[in-house]
């Protein structure tokens, strides 16, 4: 934990009225951004794999995207889209 701090407030000032900023920008730039995407891209694609067989695509997509993993049980829980049934025909 020290070293995150030390690495967190490394050339920050603690009295000057920009410091909260200075310390969260700092913690923002450890963050393993590119990893974070292509994970995310992984989780959004099994969730639109999910949605399509449970014919509920962009629900699945949107459920990966929000949710990550657990929008996958989500997703597999909920129960299967049912077909939409054609229209009357038109009368003449």
């Given at each position: 934990?020290?070293e995150?701090?030390?690495?967190?407030?490394?050339?920050?000032?603690?009295?000057?009225?920009?410091?909260?900023?200075?310390?969260f920008?700092?913690?923002?730039?450890?963050?393993?951004?590119?990893?974070?995407?292509?994970?995310?891209?992984?989780?959004?694609?099994?969730?639109?794999?999910?949605?399509?067989?449970?014919?509920?695509?962009?629900e699945?997509?949107?459920?990966?995207?929000?949710?990550?993993?657990?929008?996958?049980?989500?997703?597999?829980?909920r129960?299967?889209?049912?077909?939409?049934?054609?229209?009357?025909?038109?009368?003449?």
């Amino acid at each position: 934990m020290d070293e995150l701090l030390a690495r967190a407030t490394q050339g920050v000032d603690p009295d000057s009225p920009g410091a909260f900023w200075h310390v969260f920008l700092n913690l923002w730039a450890m963050v393993p951004w590119a990893a974070l995407f292509w994970w995310n891209l992984l989780f959004v694609a099994v969730g639109a794999l999910l949605g399509w067989w449970r014919g509920r695509l962009w629900e699945g997509v949107a459920w990966a995207w929000v949710l990550g993993p657990v929008g996958w049980l989500v997703i597999c829980f909920r129960p299967r889209a049912r077909p939409r049934a054609a229209p009357p025909p038109l009368r003449r």
